[in-house]
């Protein structure tokens, strides 16, 4: 089945614990993303990545870090977790070639993050 | 900022009836995407709008890219209770390549 993964899907930490949330996709998409999704504030992109060791920064990177050391792994690091990094997060992938240069995304199921 | 701006963010309406949520930017895009999310799962794709004042249909869901390229609407005939969950529209800025830009979404309910 095609899939994105993410784990784990419920994190509760305390701040400035690093954690890392794991992405990966079967798909062999070369895009791959990161977004928090808030309240009213609808899905930001933090990071994404259009092929293997290829990064770049969405519109809140601050606070993140990514890496794409294999096509289907994406991991989101966050060195020191804040309070305000508490939210819901996404991962999502696309093919850039043909039709899907357009970045039609496939989502995996969320993380629940809350820091305290 | 919000780049892409929808309208209205919540809705609630009685089922068979119609309704059109809006997604509007002052950049051009050289696409727009709809999304639905349901409660406790990631977004899912509903249709991609490529061309200025393209109209593509999905059953009762009609989409809608403004022929300038800086907008979109999407209108439900007859909405049903399943048709409830949070829309969003996102795109790629012409020029931008990768860079997704998401609306802040519409919440629809549509009671039996």
């Known amino acids: 089945e095609a899939q994105v993964t993410q784990n784990p899907r419920y994190l509760i930490t305390v701040t400035g614990k690093k954690l890392t949330v794991t992405c990966s996709q079967n798909?062999?998409?070369?895009?791959m993303s990161w977004y928090r999704q808030d309240p009213g504030l609808g899905l930001r992109q933090i990071y994404y990545?259009?092929?293997?060791?290829?990064?770049d920064k969405g519109d809140v990177p601050e606070g993140y870090k990514v890496s794409r050391k294999e096509k289907r792994n994406f991991p989101l690091i966050l060195e020191s977790p804040s309070p305000n990094q508490t939210s819901l997060y996404f991962c999502?992938?696309?093919?850039?070639?043909?039709?899907?240069?357009?970045?039609?995304?496939?989502f995996g199921p969320g993380t629940r993050l809350t820091v305290t | 900022t919000q780049l892409l701006e929808q309208s209205p963010q919540f809705l609630s309406i009685q089922e068979g009836e119609n309704l059109t949520v809006y997604c509007n930017s002052s950049?051009?895009?050289?696409?727009l995407q709809w999304y639905r999310q349901e409660p406790g799962e990631g977004p899912v794709l509903l249709v991609t709008?490529?061309?200025?004042?393209e109209v593509k249909k999905l059953k009762r869901l009609t989409f809608q890219f403004g022929d300038a390229r800086k907008d979109s609407s999407l209108h439900i005939t007859a909405a049903q209770p399943g048709d409830t969950g949070l829309y969003l529209c996102?795109?790629?800025?012409?020029?931008?390549?990768?860079?997704?830009?998401f609306g802040q979404g519409t919440t629809l309910q549509v009671k039996p």
């Open positions: 999502a992938s696309s093919r850039t070639s043909g039709r899907s240069r357009f970045y039609e995304q496939y």
């Open positions: 709008v490529v061309t200025g004042g």
């Open positions: 798909m062999n998409h070369e895009y």
């Open positions: 990545s259009m092929n293997v060791e290829v990064t």
């Open positions: 950049s051009v895009f050289s696409s």
């Open positions: 996102a795109g790629v800025r012409s020029g931008n390549t990768g860079k997704l830009i």
